[in-house]
């Protein structure tokens, strides 16, 4: 038995434990937007405040395509490619801050203010937590990146980018629901 | 001196301090640069101080500090033992990967916790004894009430994370937790969690009791923000103790234990954290909404509209919304709290009836059966809340429904004792203790999930006397069965029979007569969260009863204290495995090694075929002697 192929094994080990927990993590928080959409639909019901619909779009538009570069930054390292995989970390980083600027200028500047009724508190609420995310999501690629920078992962063992992948694409699929939910379902009231 | 200053313990407390004045600076501060006057406003300054004091907190002790090097690309090896050149006490007040170092921590956290919150109840059952206020003020009442019910939530919950840390990985033979880095953060953020809870007695007080509803806990003073900050927090040790128990169980099992050759505590453990990972979150987000909308003015729960809000047209908010995700998570909440113990019931009772338990997989089944359908009734609770009828019937039977799978564990723990060669030392006397009192608890249940009797039981002592039998039968009796029941394997010493006995008849007398007394007292009409009562009503002699029951409880605990604590220090030395018993972690020498197991386990058998003569459960391969 050679010393590499213990250290191989116990990879794969911790690799697998890993995956579950990131996993079962993923469902637990599931539970925490299920219930942010189950206040959204029991407060608003069928209907919505009026939102500026560009700025969404356009939101939404940019959050899609940094899950592509997130993913083009996954598959770079597998295939060795070090400064795709690294400059597509960065462009996922301003995609993520193009977001966030896109919801906290024009969606938090709009006219509708957190105190007012149900509509500010669900509105802020909703946008806020998964704002919270987007800014874990960005804190997580800038130390994979810095890391990666630094050599320390390998096309095979790369636990760290893995998760960092799939935490963007999870936060990602969150607006997928929030989006719809904010902006088209139901009426707009005015 | 210097030994002092290292503990963990000591610099996480620093910590807190100076975090939770840095919060205060903050927002001071900020407040200053913009111009805002007055200057000081005690709520935001408490809850971004509680805040940043919990984080201050888990950096002082040394919780987050392997993440914060691996995130800066430095290598974290696992470490054993004591500190370097610290003796080996002090593992204890630091943080520790061990999950038997986390495990004692969890369960001497708990204890002192629900020493404060025993405290409480006796300081407010003297007030009890009589009509008309003697003692206390109506408003210092109900915040010890209040702060009862949630200390001694955060008491049971550090309590099943004692036994499960300790119990789960020594009984699937696996080296420690699949995160041991996070298994101790969720012990430590427990700590700053309690005092927080602890604080908010003191700068205000909250008179919500532990449900926290609105509209009356965004009017409440200064100590409810507080309160939710520390249910909040204790909830994040939930979630990631749940996710950390799960991952164990399904990775770390050697080849050869199937599911179903599992010991019967693992189910129970794996029940408990699929609800505490999953519906945790939901009362952390209505605790999270509650301060938004205390300091932000987020009206989800306020049905009133400013005068912006009219002109937008928004609906208003809903306090009956707060019910619902309130008890998504405190219904389950009580599984949480009653399935490790049910565990543990079904875990010694073969080992003292000499006997296989009756229906193994039943059992199994029965707790994820009891966890999936704890999800599904949480409404019960708001039969009279003024939400819909229409959702009054499905919830009424969704929660009868649950006595199916309980009673399949009664019938099981029966037919366990059928005929068995019982022996009764002090773990068996609380095993049996816990089944007659979780008993009481099915009985008096169904009444209070029936709709039409509800009306007139909800918010009575009916309910009171309740969950105190579910909770001393599912949780108080069997967490000291298993106290006594694996002392000589944590400390490799006997504790004194004579006075685990003592502590077991006065605990269960004790318990019997308080528990009858409250249900007496709330059929009389007795309101509970009340500080005073007419005398009218009759209920006065009851309540002499209750308080004086409250107080053998108490000193049977504190026997039970001393004992455990003398044992420990000067006691005979225990023998391997005093019990008989076929699980691994007996056949290990006591107090168990640093690494538990020289090599993995090998099943072979079926785990609790008591008296079968040539049955063998798990066979230890000595490390080096090879097939």
């Known amino acids: 038995m050679s010393g590499s192929t213990a250290v191989h094994g116990e990879y794969r080990a911790a690799l697998r434990n890993n995956r579950l927990g990131l996993w079962l993590f993923f469902l637990s928080e599931s539970f925490l937007f299920i219930g942010i959409l189950v206040t959204r639909f029991y407060l608003w019901g069928n209907t919505r405040p009026e939102l500026n619909q560009l700025n969404g779009l356009l939101v939404t538009i940019v959050l899609l395509l940094s899950s592509f570069t997130m993913n083009r930054a996954e598959t770079a390292l597998v295939q060795n490619d070090r400064k795709t995989f690294l400059n597509s970390l960065l462009v996922t980083v301003v995609l993520g801050l193009l977001f966030l600027a896109g919801v906290i200028v024009f969606e938090w500047g709009g006219h509708i203010r957190p105190s007012d009724g149900a509509y500010g508190a669900v509105l802020f609420g909703m946008t806020g937590m998964h704002a919270l995310h987007v800014v874990s999501g960005i804190v997580f690629i800038l130390i994979v990146w810095n890391n990666g920078r630094r050599g320390l992962y390998s096309s095979e063992q790369h636990w760290g980018v893995e998760a960092c992948a799939i935490w963007w694409h999870y936060v990602d699929l969150v607006w997928v629901f929030f989006y719809p939910a904010l902006y088209l379902m139901g009426q707009a009231i005015r | 001196m210097r030994t002092f200053f290292k503990l963990g313990f000591v610099r996480g407390l620093l910590g807190q301090v100076l975090g939770t004045l840095l919060g205060m600076g903050l927002v001071t501060g900020m407040r200053a640069a913009f111009g805002y006057s007055p200057l000081w406003l005690a709520e935001p300054a408490w809850v971004i101080g509680g805040l940043l004091g919990t984080v201050g907190f888990m950096v002082g002790v040394g919780a987050l500090t392997d993440w914060a090097k691996w995130a800066g690309g430095l290598a974290t090896p696992m470490h054993h033992g004591a500190p370097a050149g610290q003796p080996e006490w002090t593992r204890y007040f630091a943080v520790d990967l061990s999950h038997k170092v986390i495990g004692v921590q969890y369960t001497v956290w708990g204890i002192f916790v629900l020493l404060v919150g025993g405290l409480l109840a006796g300081l407010f059952r003297v007030e009890l004894l009589q009509p008309g206020m003697q003692y206390f003020t109506t408003d210092r009442y109900n915040t010890m009430i209040s702060a009862h019910g949630i200390i001694m939530i955060a008491a049971i919950l550090l309590g099943v994370g004692g036994m499960i ?137 306020t049905p009133v509209l400013n005068e912006a809000a009219k002109a937008l047209n928004s609906p208003p908010g809903d306090p009956v919304l707060f019910q619902h995700l309130f008890w998504f998570y405190s219904h389950p909440a009580v599984y949480v709290f009653v399935l490790p113990g049910l565990g543990i019931i079904s875990e010694l009772l073969p080992v003292f009836a000499r006997k296989p338990l009756f229906g193994y997989k039943w059992i199994a089944l029965s707790s994820i059966g009891i966890a999936f359908l704890g999800f599904l009734v949480w409404a019960h609770h708001m039969f009279t809340s003024g939400m819909s009828n229409y959702l009054r019937l499905p919830f009424m039977y969704a929660t009868l429904i649950i006595a199916v799978p309980t009673g399949v564990k009664f019938f099981s723990w029966l037919g366990t004792l059928w005929g068995g060669k019982l022996t009764y030392p002090t773990p068996m006397l609380f095993v049996l203790g816990a089944i007659s009192v979780f008993l009481l608890g099915g009985l008096t249940g169904p009444p209070a999930a029936t709709i039409t009797t509800d009306l007139y039981l909800h918010d009575t002592y009916w309910v009171v006397g309740h969950f105190h039998q579910t909770f001393f039968g599912g949780f108080m009796f069997p967490f000291f069965a298993a106290m006594y029941y694996w002392f000589p394997k944590v400390t490799g010493r006997k504790y004194n029979e004579a006075l685990g006995k003592l502590h077991f008849w006065l605990m269960v007398a004790g318990f019997w007569v308080m528990s009858l007394g409250q249900i007496w007292a709330g059929l009389r009409g007795m309101r509970r969260r009340i500080a005073d009562y007419d005398p009218a009503l009759g209920v006065q002699n009851i309540q002499i009863g209750i308080t004086v029951a409250a107080f053998v409880i108490a000193f049977s605990i504190l026997i039970a204290l001393y004992n455990f604590i003398v044992s420990a220090r000067s006691a005979e030395v225990a023998e391997r495995n005093p019990w008989r018993s076929r699980s691994p972690e007996w056949q290990i020498p006591s107090p168990i090694p640093e690494h538990s197991y020289a090599a993995p386990l090998a099943v072979v058998g079926e785990p609790y075929d008591y008296g079968l003569p040539g049955s063998v459960y798990v066979r230890m391969e000595l490390a080096g002697a090879g097939d």
Do not use: C, H, K
Request: aromatic share 14%; proline share 7%.
């Open chain 2, 165 to 301: 840390n300790y119990l789960v990985p020594l009984m699937i033979g696996a080296s420690d937790m699949a995160f041991p880095r996070l298994n101790a953060f969720g012990f430590w953020i427990n700590v700053p969690a309690s005092l927080l809870l602890i604080t908010a007695m003191f700068v205000g007080g909250w008179d919500t009791g532990w449900t926290a509803y609105p509209p009356n806990s965004l009017r409440t003073a200064l100590g409810g923000p507080l309160f939710f900050l520390g249910f909040y927090t204790i909830g994040i040790s939930s979630i990631v103790g749940g996710l950390n128990l799960l991952v164990t169980v399904f990775t770390m099992r050697p080849p050869s234990m199937n599911l179903f050759r599992m010991p019967i505590f693992v189910w129970a453990a794996v029940g408990t954290s699929i609800l505490q990972l999953l519906a945790t979150q939901l009362v952390g987000l209505a605790m999270l909404m509650l301060i938004v909308e205390r300091s932000l003015g987020m009206g989800f729960f």
